[in-house]
């Protein structure tokens, strides 16, 4: 997938729904913040999180997001240019351009299952994060997506084209095992469940369909035809109250001893 100016644009969309506002606040609470912190935004996309950062450890502290694309670096600054202490740098989760015990603490949403070596990312993650720091990761089981649809045939092809999009599909089942490999306690942890039984542009499900049928337009698996047959069986599922969606997020805290 391409994070592109446009993807940036759908993302905000979908980051603003009901669903995504509710796991930003239990993401907030799990970071447990205080003003004058200085805490690290891993793959902070177009920076509503950072933002909710950024206001909570104020002036005083340092609210910094990293991404690799560009174009959502922009967005996020955009987004944080009336607050100084909020920076943003362009890097890869592996390779952080920060000292050691630079921060106070550290999240990532959604990013993990993008990196092919989690244990050099989560030694980079302890490198940066002081002793007693706290971290949040949230990442997404793809085996929990439960969808109610009229062709299940064409909806397994789908859902195997997507999956290649990403490199885990069930990183939160083996997360708990490597923070504590990588000298982390885990001190908690919840699931998100992003679920609706209706099918409009306010809800998260109705843009993560959007997200997955341009992508699986692209792959012979699936194609242009079935990618908008998919999309308009959902849709016509949601007219006659009949939609169903599923997926559940899972959300660790951990710190590290000191």
Known sequence: MKFDDNTAKRLVAAYRTPEVVAQRGLTLRAM???PGERVLDIGTGPGLLLE??????G??????GVDLSEAMLNVARSRCAGMPWARFERCDATALPFADDAF??????????YVEDIPAALAELRRVVRPGGRVVIVD??????VLHTSDEERFARVRAVWDGHFVHRGLPRVLVASLRRAGFEVMGQDVIPMFSTEYHPHTYSYGMVQFIADYVANDPRVGPQDAEAWRADLEDLGERGAFFFSLNRYLFAARLPG
């Open 59 to 64: 002036a005083e502290g340092e609210a910094v």
């Open 52 to 57: 909710d950062i950024a206001a909570t450890v």
């Open 32 to 34: 447990n913040l205080r």
């Open 104 to 113: 106070d603490a550290a999240v990532a949403t959604q990013v993990y299952e």
């Open 140 to 145: 997404t089981d793809y085996d929990s997506w």
